[in-house]
């Protein structure tokens, strides 16, 4: 398994466009896995998930995935540096019962109506509750736990984020993303390195899913996060 960090430059023309859709986003992140062909399990085949975060005045992307990026077809003056690349399997040989993690996750919470007439759909949870609870359903069943604080309550903070619009020809997608930043505690070891691996959620080809860690005592996402 492999991890990127890239460092955007907020001036290009391509790194504006993609901000704009995210189909242009996953299209510019899977360029760096070019031996396969574009068919729909193509991310899952290189095992891509990736996310973006603002950073002072500008913008990272996190980058994960099985298979080795090459990052050299990015168009020219995309980054402000170049790629930084590195192995996650320390990080998966680390992960036992009991060990604790600060986390980041943005994720897209979403539940399943069932309207009297038409198909099922999904829709996004708006309610900070709704989405913590979301999260700790997901933990459940992907071999982790949120503890709560000294005041008995769920120790991760929601933060809101803008919608992932995506458009390719006349088809628009519409994304609700939601990030979380907390606290964790392994309860399956195998289950939650198999989430770490996949990703947690829906969404995982437009920014979401992707399952950052470092030591609990600390609030660094970039260094040590997968």
């Keep these: 398994m492999y991890l990127t960090r890239l460092t955007f430059n907020p001036r290009s023309p391509e790194f504006r466009r993609d901000m704009a859709n995210v189909h242009d986003m ?3 992140v899977m360029s760096a896995y ?11 085949h290189h095992g891509v998930l990736w996310r973006v975060d603002r950073v002072n005045r500008g913008y990272v992307q ?5 298979s080795k990026p090459d990052w050299s077809r990015l168009p020219p003056a995309h ?10 399997q320390p990080l998966l040989d680390g992960i ?5 993690y600060a986390f980041r996750l943005v994720g897209n919470p979403t539940r399943c ?8 759909k999904r829709v996004p949870h708006r309610l900070p509750e709704k989405q913590i609870g979301w999260l700790v359903e997901k933990g459940r069943r992907h071999g982790f ?9 769920p120790d991760v ?9 995506g458009r390719r020809q006349r088809h628009i997608i519409t994304i609700a993303p939601v990030r979380f930043d907390g606290h964790l505690i392994v309860t399956d070891p195998e289950a939650f390195a198999r989430a770490v691996v996949d990703g947690i959620g829906r969404a995982k080809a437009y920014g979401c899913g992707l399952l950052s860690l470092a030591p609990a005592r600390t609030a660094q996402y970039d260094s040590r996060g997968c």
């Excluded at 036992?96 to 604790?100: E, I, L, P, W």
Aim: without cysteine.
């Design 26 to 28: 996953h299209r510019t």
């Design 34 to 44: 070019p031996e396969e062909p574009a068919t729909a399990n193509y991310r899952q």
């Design 96 to 100: 036992t019962a009991g060990r604790r």
């Design 62 to 66: 996190y980058v994960q995935s099985r």
């Design 145 to 153: 736990i949120v503890p709560t604080t000294d005041r008995a309550i």
């Design 79 to 88: 980054l402000l540096r170049p790629a930084e690349v590195r192995s996650l």
């Design 157 to 165: 903070i929601v933060t809101p984020m803008p919608d992932l619009i």
């Design 113 to 120: 109506v069932h309207p009297k007439h038409g198909s099922p």
